[in-house]
Every structure is written in C-alpha cells, then in structure tokens.
C-alpha cells in the first residue's frame, strides 16, 4: 500500500464509508434549501444567486474531495510542513493586505473570489498537530512545549484580525489531540486554569463590538436595536417555526430582512422557521450521525498520526455545530462560526470538504491495510 503511488480505485469502492458520504450530501443538500430560502428575495431574483454560487463551490469541493481520496491522506500528510508554513505567511500577510468584513480583517478579496486563509489552514492546522503530537509525544510539559508554542503563534495570528470564533475553534482542536494524544490530566487541568485566568486580559484585547456581543448573550435587551438585535431576532425565527414550521419559503423572519445575515450566521434560525423541530432534529441527528462515524474512523485506525488527526477534524467539526446551533437560540455568544455544509461561503465549504476527504481517506487505508 506504502508503495503505491495512489490509491487504487478497487481499494476505494470496496472500503469507501458510504454512510459518511451520503448523510454529507444530504447535509449539503439541505444548505441549499435553505440558502435559497434565506437569500432569494434579497438577491431580487426566482433563484437565488447565492445558492448557485454554493452549488459552484460544491462542485470545486467535490472534485477536491475525490482528489484527496486517490492520493491518500500520507500524501497529504508529507506536505503539512510547507503547508504549515505557507498557511502561517498568509496570516501575516493578511494583518498587512487583508480585507476587513464584518470587523474582522480575515480575507484576501481578489475581486472575483474573497478568501479566507484560517478556514483551510484548520485542515492544515489538524495535519500539524497530528505530526507534532507523534513526533513529540506529549507526556510532559518539555514535550508538549512544540506544539504550544506553534499553536499559540497561529492562535495569536488569528486573534489579531481579530477573530474570536477561529481562534476559539484552533483552541478546541489543541485540546482535543493533546487529549487524544495521551497528554496527562494535571497538564491539561493546568491549561484549563490558565485560560480561565487569561479571560480578564483577553476582555481588553476585544474590540468594542465584540465586547458588546458577550454582553448581550447575558442580556439582549441591553442593546435591543443594536447588537442585541441578530440574538432577538434569530430567537423569534426558531421560536417561531413550532413543531412543524412554517413551511419552505414561508419563513418571515428572513423574506422581511428581520434576521440579519439570513444565508451566513443564521441559516439554523432560517432552517428552523420553516422546518420546525422536527425538521431541526432530523438536521441535527444527520450531524450527529456524521461525527459518530467520523469516530469510529479514529477508534478503528491503529495510526496514531491518522487517529489524531480524525480527532482534530472531529473536535472542529463538532464545535462549529455545536457554537452555530447554540447562537441561533441564544444560547451561545454570537461568533459568526459558520454551519458546516450548511452556512453560504466557499472557503469554509471548501475546508469542511476537504477535512471530511481526509477522514474518508484514513477509513480506506486504514481498512485496506488491515485486511
């Protein structure tokens, strides 16, 4: 298999995990009902333009998705090195040149194609700490200390455009594989503590509005027109949907521009107006069903590499859900993390995409060699 240039086909049809792939189709599938919804009166048009140009970067996703397949995930592996480093040079880059949205200056607007470099560099992200983490066990603080330090550098990067919700996410995946990692629980416990203690100085590097946003997580009503506004509002859209919802279309949160960012940051609240609970729960247990097998892919694997880097993907994926899902219903701070599969944007369609090739990718090798 190791001396295999790619993976063979035969390979792939006979241990490619269909369940995984299906629910993810069905997944992406419902992000464009809901995207359509969400954004075709806004764009003044019978189709929605923003639901076509998800389905464009669908089809870019799918294409890389079969590429990483056929190559491998050690293939993809042996390269985390300059793709760490390059993916480091356009977070700094970005500080320079970027382009500011939302007040967060996190993208390279290249006229045609905005980009946002820390939506695929989590993909890299998960191959750095997987390769660090085999490379330097983390059993005691000195080995944990190469893992720390590149991670916090990148963290920091983040922080500085500034974006809160990244950062929180590269934060989570840290914790995940050094756990997965065998990292000892006082050191972990440890990290806990420190972060807890870091929040009062973490409280004066947030810019205005992003202090304003954890403010009104408490209490919406302390800026109801304001930043309190997207909370109400997107708590109205969910309450509002009741056990069946409204109905696809008819949805009046988003057709009467009460929801802010309809297509983006609320696609849940969206979802859930016109679908109800039940149709809220059906999404939400094909999420459930997608990180179980995701799972059971780092638990089969006996690559340490591999499984830790499952975990990554894993950790990220979940958090994004769970951070998504919590602020539709004012449950969590708003963050402005996307809905994987299901939230308009290229770059984390692509990224989510390619996360989920490598976690197939693992599942294939992982079967092929064993047997």
Known sequence: MSEQKFVRWKDIRANLDILSLVVTLILFSLGIVAIHSASSFATGTFVSSFALKQLIWGGVSAFVYILIIKLGYKKILSAAV????????LLILLLIVGHTSKGAQSWFNLG??????SELGKVVFALTLAGLC????????????PTLALSGFIIFLILLQPDLGSALVYSVMLFA????????????????????????????????????????FVDPSIDPQGAGYNVIQSRIAVGSGGFFGKGFMQGTQGKLHFLPEPHTDF?????????????????????ALLLWKMLSTARYTKDMTAKLIVVAITAWIWFQITE???????????TGLPLPLF?????????????????????IISHTERF
């Open 82 to 89: 300059p793709l760490f480093a390059v993916t480091t040079l």
């Open 112 to 117: 045609f194609v905005r980009f946002q470099p």
């Open 134 to 145: 085999t490379k330097f066990p983390p059993v005691d603080f000195k080995s944990m200390l």
């Open 177 to 216: 594989v050094l756990v997965a990692a065998g990292s000892p629980l006082k050191f972990l416990f440890g990290m806990g503590v420190a972060s807890l203690m870091s929040l009062p100085i973490l409280w004066f590097v947030l810019k205005p509005y992003q202090r304003m946003r954890l403010l009104v």
């Open 267 to 287: 696609i849940f609240s969206v979802f859930s107006e016109e679908f109800g609970f039940v149709g809220s729960t059906i999404v939400l247990l094909l999420f």
């Open 324 to 334: 998504s899902v919590a602020m539709s219903m004012g449950l969590a701070p708003v």
């Open 343 to 363: 939230s308009y944007g290229g770059s984390s369609l692509l990224a989510v995409v390619v996360g989920l090739a490598l976690v197939q990718s693992v599942n």
